[in-house]
């Protein structure tokens, strides 16, 4: 079966200091990527999405990276964390073929990242 | 613009009581809708999907339904739980997009 493991679950990092968020996948080939950040008291917003290694999208402008060095891994970064940078991450992924295509996402249990 | 809007935005109800909550949406061409359940401070985990011909899903004491002609779904909780106490988050996904409500804030108190 396949599972998504992401860490840390709790990180809480000074202004100016370095993020890297990583995300794997187990149990399947190829999977579409997704980074998610969710605001206190408000919706999920993609931030970026991956559809093969090294091929990102991103939705917003932002001070974050993301990178697909690995087909079922994603790393989200920053050089230098905002306060506004806090938040909720989530990482995502859903299947490109077969029975679960465009059937929705898996998602992993979630990092909460203070800036401070 | 795709939008996918729900409510209540939140919600208290004694435990063993039902509820229905509901999402109403604009995203065009429909795809599938999806309602996930987000326990506080965890990723969402997914509680049913329908798709355009589907009418009613059922997953437990979770029944989602779905009117593709008026473009809203409901989800209703039978006989809430405390941990029923969670955000239930809308999902709608159209032609290469998907689009999240920004959920119902439930809480199941004794």
């Known amino acids: 079966s396949q599972t998504i493991h992401q860490w840390p679950a709790t990180l809480v990092q000074p202004v100016g200091s370095p993020l890297s968020l990583e995300c794997t996948v187990e149990g399947t080939s190829n999977p579409n990527l997704y980074w998610y950040r969710q605001a206190a008291g408000r919706g999920l917003q993609l931030l970026f999405y991956s559809v093969g290694i090294g091929q990102i999208s991103s939705e917003v402008p932002q001070n974050l990276s993301a990178s697909r060095p690995q087909d079922r891994q994603f790393i989200l970064s920053s050089k230098k964390l905002l306060l506004s940078d806090s938040g909720f991450y989530l990482c995502a992924w859903s299947p490109t073929t077969g029975p679960g295509t465009g059937f929705g996402y898996t998602f992993g249990s979630g990092t909460r990242l203070t800036v401070v | 613009k795709n939008q996918v809007e729900q409510s209540p935005q939140s919600l208290i109800i004694l435990e063993g009581k039902n509820c229905t909550l509901q999402c109403n949406y604009t995203v065009s061409p429909f795809s599938n809708l999806r309602w996930y359940k987000q326990d506080t401070g965890r990723g969402p985990v997914s509680l049913t999907i329908?798709?355009?011909?589907?009418n009613t899903k059922s997953n437990g004491r979770y029944t989602a339904t779905l009117d593709a002609d008026t473009k809203q779904s409901s989800l209703h909780i039978t006989a809430s739980q405390l941990s029923d106490s969670a955000s239930y988050i809308c999902?709608?996904?159209?032609?290469?997009?998907?689009?999240f409500g920004t959920g119902t804030k439930l809480q199941v108190i004794p």
């Open positions: 999902v709608v996904r159209g032609y290469q997009k998907v689009t």
């Open positions: 329908m798709t355009f011909s589907e």
